[in-house]
């Protein structure tokens, strides 16, 4: 009970406690000690207090600007829309989204847009504060593969980034609460750079089939691949992807993260949440037909949406001060921007993204996101119930 709800209850039952006899004041502070979670003592003070010294006293300073019901709606719009993300994410992500909210039917005034504008990031947060979702964790799905280990080698230094095309691999079990028997895994491939991510599905991670997808992302990648990284995962350590990156003209260097290391690898694992777990969840995905599907939306309007309208941060300096590390983070971007300012594509690539994002509406992308995910887990169910009765 808030502090406001309980003033409302004292004024309710006060003029009654005072005008009833001993046995029934009794049974009132019974009552209110019980409700209120009071001391006894605490209690009769408060009901003996002359009315005016329990007035509902007003915050000081002036109104806040920001409680139009229009406003609100706006904002959070925007936030539902780009699944929820921080309040410096969406501070940048604000300007992006903002033209294209009138196709929600939601009417922006020039007051409003002014507000979304000009709100920061701190103020963000306190409207917000009570809305924000908890997560859980999956189960890790990570086997050795010890065939190639001499091959490839372990990345001991940090590359010299200074242009996009370094690349980050990981795979995403589908396997709800068990890794046992056959299920979907999900790949993801990002750009350490810009932060370009891409993602596709695969039935039980074979070689064959990673190797397959991997192929597919460096073709619609918009940027040469020039270094892939990986963790020891027997999906990544075969024969088929290291005679893929080192027998042809352009090689690629081929490296792997230190055994049991995860932060060797931490751009891609940051992005196994907000791009894998943000969409499918921990469900098990134990169908072969869904594999095309989420290929489907991972490759086309997944792909859209969080590379030229979800923005991210990037870490420019950490120090540590005793015990405590003080971490200072960048403006966030999309990876579109980072790519666009780069300046490493040709004037054709350039002029090709550029028109593309014009013909983007990001919540028409979140909307056909929606609807696909409702097919795939309709599958889902449609199967499930079938097992169930057999």
């Known amino acids: 009970m808030s502090h406001k709800d309980k003033l409302v209850y004292i004024y309710a039952i006060k003029d009654r406690y005072i005008k009833s006899n001993k046995q029934e004041k009794k049974l009132i502070l019974d009552e209110f000690c019980k409700v209120c979670n009071y001391n006894r003592k605490y209690a009769i003070r408060i009901l003996n207090k002359p009315a005016n010294k329990w007035q509902y006293k007003k915050k000081r300073g002036p109104k806040s600007k920001y409680n139009d019901k229009d406003f609100l709606k706006a904002l959070k719009t925007i936030w539902e829309a780009t699944d929820y993300i921080c309040s410096k994410r969406l501070h940048s992500a604000i300007p992006l989204w903002l033209p294209f909210l009138e196709s929600q039917q939601i009417s922006i005034t020039n007051e409003i847009s002014k507000k979304l504008l000009s709100i920061s990031p701190s103020t963000i947060d306190r409207i917000l504060k009570n809305s924000r979702l908890k997560s859980k964790k999956g189960l890790s ?15 001991t230094d940090n590359w010299d980034i200074n242009k996009p095309g370094f690349i980050e691999a990981d795979t995403v079990a589908h396997c709800g609460n068990s890794l046992a028997g056959d299920f979907i895994w999900s790949i993801t491939m990002t750009d350490i750079l810009t932060g370009w991510t891409e993602n596709r599905a695969v039935w039980n991670k074979g070689a064959l089939g990673v190797n397959k997808q991997v192929k597919d992302v460096e073709n619609k990648l918009p940027f040469e691949l020039l270094a892939f990284d990986c963790d020891n995962g027997s999906e990544f350590l075969n024969h088929h992807l290291l005679r893929y990156f080192t ?138 119930n079938v097992r169930h009765r057999i």
């Open 141 to 155: 799905g990570t086997k050795p593969g010890s065939l190639l280990k001499n091959q490839i080698p372990i990345r």
């Open 247 to 384: 027998d042809r003209k352009n090689k690629v260097s081929f490296t792997r993260s230190r055994p049991y290391k995860k932060n060797d690898n931490a751009h891609v694992e940051q992005k196994n949440w907000t791009q894998v777990r943000h969409l499918f969840g921990y469900d098990r995905l134990d169908i072969k037909s869904l594999v095309e599907p989420m290929n489907d939306l991972y490759s086309n309007e997944w792909s859209l949406y969080n590379n030229f309208f979800r923005p991210s941060q990037k870490l420019i300096k950490k120090t540590k001060i005793n015990s405590k590390y003080i971490k200072k983070y960048d403006k966030p971007k999309t990876p579109y921007e980072r790519l666009l300012e780069s300046e490493i594509l040709s004037e054709a690539k350039e002029k090709q993204l550029k028109d593309l994002y014009k013909t983007l509406n990001p919540f028409e992308l979140k909307n056909k996101i929606e609807y696909k995910l409702k097919q795939i887990f309709k599958n889902v169910m449609v199967t499930s």
